[in-house]
């Protein structure tokens, strides 16, 4: 665990996603994308990234194929009683975590003992999970439910925790599980190994995140959009802590508030960058060159920056002159064709749902002056997603100190992507 750091994590951002890093009120996902940008370009390489959720895995998955989200270090799922390690297939789950629920549970006797009570609705098949089980109920009667059934379950020798949230979800898990108990769990688990992050930041909008915030080693971030149960429980338990902001902004955007408010590292995202030429960041880097990059790609395609010889100059410096680009299709390409193709682009997506962004970009110095550069390279072009897997050789500019110059690049498509027009693809 945590192997793909040398050392502690800068920061470790543990998130909700529902109503918290996405903002499913937000068709055009513009806070999700500027906090995509700002991850990868400063955090990516020293810092870990959490979603803690309340979706179970199968739920998991059709999100990330519906929202433009970055692919976490670690996963927190079914509200605290699941860790994972990784993603989709090479997803590895924490068989000590396991283990350490089973202690006093037993969920037939949870089953049992639940379906004494009428005004509870079981919640879909692919909610129910070993460790958790889940329904619907209405806010009126679920107090009364969770006292005289918490009562019932510890007279069956059983040790339970029952969590309402959003007003109408009930989950019923093991004493040791939830969400601030997972964290607990990573956090006891890092100092082992000598890699406590320096900084947590936890951020939530329900009542099944409250016990992230009771963690006294984290700061904490409710959105504005808190939901009342949350917002009631920070009134009566941590009101006066100063290390739990309810943030002015929305869902990602007061994530963003928050690193800021806590001094916690950069908090401007390059998509609030309109110009880059007129501002120079303090630290810059190829994982920023990358997203830098690629946002003068979409604005350029989206009519968002004027159409001038000078822009594009600009763009067609980052690249040697004699740089190759080796296309998805397999296709070898010297540099100046691909600027042809997009000269020829401009404009071509305003108006349009078409979006760019980078997910698990990492940077390793090869050379005095050489880096090596990979990531995943998304395109959302209206319902149609495509991602090639990207690799950019690059080296710095000696008399630009803030500068690359691309000397090749390398993309094949991720496994079991279809383009309907993959002549579409420019870069």
Not at 6 to 28: C, F, I, K, Q, W
Not at 81 to 89: A, L, P, S, W
Not at 102 to 113: A, L, T, Y
Request: hydrophobic letters at 35%; glycine letters at 6%.
């Amino acid at each position: 665990m945590n192997s793909r750091l040398n050392g502690s994590a800068r920061l470790m951002l543990v998130s909700d996603l529902d109503y918290t890093m996405v903002d499913h009120d937000e068709p055009e996902n513009l806070s999700l994308l500027r906090f995509n940008a700002l991850w990868e370009a400063n955090y990516r390489h020293d810092s870990l990234l959490v979603f803690s959720t309340g979706r179970s895995p199968i739920t998991y998955k059709p999100l990330r194929n519906e929202k433009p989200l970055l692919t976490p270090d670690i996963t927190i799922m079914s509200v605290g009683t699941e860790i994972m390690y990784g993603y989709g297939e090479a997803m590895v789950p924490d068989d000590g975590w396991k283990q350490h629920l089973n202690h006093k549970w037993d969920r037939d006797i949870v089953v049992e003992q639940t379906n004494k009570f009428p005004q509870l609705t079981p919640q879909e098949e692919r909610e129910q999970r070993p460790h958790k089980v889940s329904f619907y109920v209405e806010k009126v009667v679920a107090s009364e439910i969770m006292n005289v059934l918490s009562q019932q379950l510890e007279k069956r020798g059983l040790d339970v925790k029952i969590i309402y949230s959003s007003g109408i979800a009930l989950d019923v898990l093991p004493k040791r599980a939830g969400k601030g108990q997972a964290l607990a769990y990573l956090l006891k688990k890092f100092k082992l190994e000598g890699k406590l992050p320096y900084n947590t930041l936890v951020c939530g909008d329900s009542g099944n995140d409250a016990e992230l915030f009771s963690l006294p080693e984290v700061y904490g971030v409710m959105v504005s959009n808190a939901k009342e149960e949350l917002l009631q429980w920070y009134a009566e338990n941590a009101h006066r802590n100063p290390n739990i902001l309810h943030a002015t902004e929305r869902c990602a955007a007061g994530i963003i508030q928050a690193i800021g408010n806590f001094h916690l590292g950069p908090n401007v995202s390059p998509r609030d960058i309109k110009d880059f030429q007129k501002c120079k960041v303090k630290n810059f880097s190829p994982a920023h060159e990358v997203v830098k990059f690629y946002l003068f790609y979409e604005r350029w395609r989206r009519a968002e920056v004027e159409k001038s010889e000078q822009y594009f100059q600009n763009f067609k410096s980052v690249f040697h002159p004699l740089a190759i680009f080796v296309h998805p299709l397999g296709v070898e390409l010297p540099i100046h064709q691909c600027m042809d193709a997009m000269a020829k682009s401009y404009g071509d997506k305003q108006g349009k749902q078409f979006w760019t962004w980078v997910d698990r970009l990492s940077s390793a110095q090869i050379g005095s002056d050489t880096w090596l550069v990979k990531f995943d390279k998304w395109e959302l072009n209206d319902d149609e997603r495509q991602c090639s897997l990207t690799t950019v050789l690059m080296s710095s500019k000696s008399e630009l100190p803030d500068a690359y110059a691309w000397l090749h690049m390398h993309q094949t498509w991720l496994d079991g992507v279809e383009l309907k027009e993959p002549e579409r693809w420019v870069f």
